[in-house]
């Protein structure tokens, strides 16, 4: 229950698109908090975007005007839209989910994480 499942990383050339799924499996009730993080070789974990149940959304100065997190409701999914991508947006990007679940009530859960290379 609350297992996360991302896919969508990949290998993007500069100021190209690419889209960030993450599903969370097993009888999910409801999603109150989703995020995006990405963490570079070297680097600490920075959070790139977040969105609340209400529809509350905050974007990382870095990415704002360009990224888009959003999410489905029926497929208990989150979506990181990545648009006119630069090589320092190369990273792993993770998910996360604060949510409850039927049989185990509140859980939060992060993803395996997914990599975005963009390089011509």
């Known amino acids: 229950q609350g297992q996360l499942v991302e896919s969508g990383g990949g290998l993007v050339q500069p100021g190209g698109s690419l889209r960030l799924s993450c599903e969370a499996s097993g009888s999910i009730s409801s999603i109150d908090f989703m995020a995006w993080s990405r963490q570079s070789p070297g680097k600490e974990r920075e959070l790139v975007a977040s969105l609340t149940s209400s529809g509350t959304t905050y974007y990382a100065d870095f990415v704002r005007g360009r990224f888009t997190i959003f999410r489905d409701n029926g497929k208990n999914t989150v979506y990181l839209q990545m648009n006119s991508v630069t090589p320092e947006d190369t990273a792993v990007y993770y998910c996360?989910?604060?949510?409850?679940?039927?049989?185990?009530?509140?859980?939060?859960?992060w993803g395996p994480g997914t990599q975005v290379t963009v390089s011509s």
């Open positions: 996360y989910v604060d949510g409850r679940a039927t049989g185990i009530g509140r859980f939060t859960s």
